[in-house]
């Protein structure tokens, strides 16, 4: 069953959705931008960046005056995958695998269109591949997510 509007925090929404915007720039946002992308007035946003930056989910480059995500959201992010009993019951299966197959070996869930990498092994002297616990990939874009496709439910 889905939350109604009525069962929902407008100002939590409003923060969650400055987030989820925030995703969509390596630049970041000023307070304008991101007013002008919500349609909402620059007198909340401004109270919802300062907000977030007081708390260490956002920083603003003092030259450009714009908002990236701060580290506190790392370490939300890493408290969250941790925290997945899967990795625990998953992990001597993968590190057997990788010992198989002398490959890195990657476990990732699915989440919409994307796959959320949640556990990585690889074997000692291998070259680092550019990837890392929480990254999130396309699924047509990677193993994982080809195989991911293959056992969706409904498939």
């Given at each position: 069953?889905?939350?109604?509007?009525?069962?929902?925090?407008?100002?939590?929404?409003?923060?969650?959705?400055?987030?989820e915007l925030l995703t969509q720039s390596k630049k970041g946002f000023s307070i304008s931008e991101v007013?002008?992308?919500?349609?909402?007035?620059?007198?909340?946003?401004?109270?919802?960046?300062?907000?977030?930056?007081?708390?260490?989910?956002?920083?603003?480059?003092?030259?450009?005056?714009?908002?990236?995500?701060?580290?506190?959201?790392?370490?939300?992010?890493?408290?969250?995958i941790e925290s997945l009993e899967l990795r625990e019951e998953a992990k001597p299966f993968l590190e057997a695998l990788m010992r198989k197959t002398e490959l890195t070996v990657h476990m990732a869930i699915l989440e919409r269109n994307e796959a959320v990498i949640i556990e990585k092994i690889q074997p000692l002297g291998m070259i680092q591949l550019a990837t890392w616990i929480g990254r999130r990939m396309d699924v047509n874009c990677t193993g994982v997510?080809?195989?991911?496709?293959r056992v969706s439910p409904g498939r």
């Open positions: 069953m889905t939350a109604s509007r009525a069962d929902s925090v407008p100002s939590v929404e409003r923060a969650l959705t400055v987030l007013s002008r992308h919500l349609a909402l007035p620059k007198s909340s946003i401004h109270l919802i960046l300062t907000t977030l930056e007081r708390r260490g989910y956002l920083r603003r480059n003092s030259q450009t005056r714009k908002y990236h995500f701060g580290l506190k959201l790392v370490s939300l992010s890493r408290t969250a997510g080809q195989s991911a496709d």
